[in-house]
């Protein structure tokens, strides 16, 4: 495994925190650069400079790690949406986009395919490898310094998805999963459940994202912390969403965010970020925590 420095490898040890950015999607969207219908991970390549920018504010913030515009780059979500554009070729353009930036490390983001797996859907385990593979090999060509695999549902996706990581890359490979309230994922599976199969695929960091604000992650973290072998990642949303003339709006300040989340760290997350609903301010509140 490529490692990009003693840092980083401290990070992998569990004996060094690492600061993640903070939320791309409600950032494009609150700048009107998100389009709906249009796929926001083309704007690496139509509109760097902006995407840059967004990166820059977070890393300016603190924020250790610039997280790719790449959630949704996904072979199959190209040609469903009929983009003009390869999955290498968004990759190569995302990770410019981050690394100019100036940010300690790159981490190339691959989100769940949107797709339920049989037999409780269409899609089968091979072609899930194969888009995760896709994906992988790109981030890998792009020099990433490590892959981050958030925002899955599902822990036998999630086990996939690292999978063809590890087999397809040298990379580190973060792997991060979306939780209910009741702390079980869409198809039952309990926070000690994946933690165990999220290890046994080969997570180099297990963790947890977007899902419910703070207050409510830090118990799943908990458990996670709890259940794992493994350093733990914990980005919850900024609060919960609410409906606002038609906006989605999140409510939670920065301040109280990281009140919050300064829990998590003292439980023993070593790796910490902000998801949906956050800002470069969440991020300079963090990285006054560690």
Do not use: W
Request: some cysteine.
């Amino acid at each position: 495994m490529k490692i990009a420095d003693d840092y980083l490898k401290g990070v992998l040890e569990g004996t060094k925190t690492l600061l993640v950015d903070g939320a791309m999607g409600t950032t494009l969207q609150a700048k009107g650069l998100a389009v709906p219908g249009q796929l926001a991970d083309l704007l690496c390549l139509s509109d760097p400079e902006s995407i840059t920018d967004i990166h820059r504010a977070y890393v300016e913030a603190g924020a250790h790690v610039a997280t790719t515009n790449t959630c949704n780059a996904t072979r199959s979500t190209l040609d469903k949406t009929g983009a003009d554009a390869t999955v290498a070729e968004i990759y190569a353009a995302a990770v410019a986009c981050a690394r100019a930036a100036q940010p300690r490390y790159v981490a190339a983001d691959i989100g769940s395919t949107g797709q339920m797996l049989e037999p409780y859907g269409n899609l089968e385990h091979e072609d899930a490898y194969e888009l995760f593979a896709e994906q992988a090999r790109a981030a890998q060509d792009a020099r990433a310094d490590f892959i981050l695999i958030e925002t899955i549902p599902d822990v036998t996706e999630a086990e996939i998805a690292i999978r063809a990581a590890k087999e397809n890359a040298d990379l580190p490979v973060f792997a991060s999963m979306t939780f209910e309230e009741n702390g079980r994922t869409l198809m039952g599976e309990d926070v000690e459940t994946a933690t165990r199969r999220m290890e046994a695929a080969g997570a180099d960091v297990v963790g947890i994202n977007c899902s419910h604000g703070p207050q409510t992650l830090r118990a799943q973290v908990a458990t996670m912390i709890e259940a794992a072998t493994k350093p733990v990642l914990a980005q919850p949303n900024a609060g919960l969403p609410a409906l606002v003339d038609g906006q989605v709006v999140y409510r939670m300040g920065a301040a109280e965010f990281a009140n919050a989340v300064k829990a998590i760290l003292n439980d023993g997350a070593t790796v910490i970020g902000s998801c949906c609903g956050s800002t470069p301010e969440f991020t300079a509140e963090l990285a006054k925590l560690l």
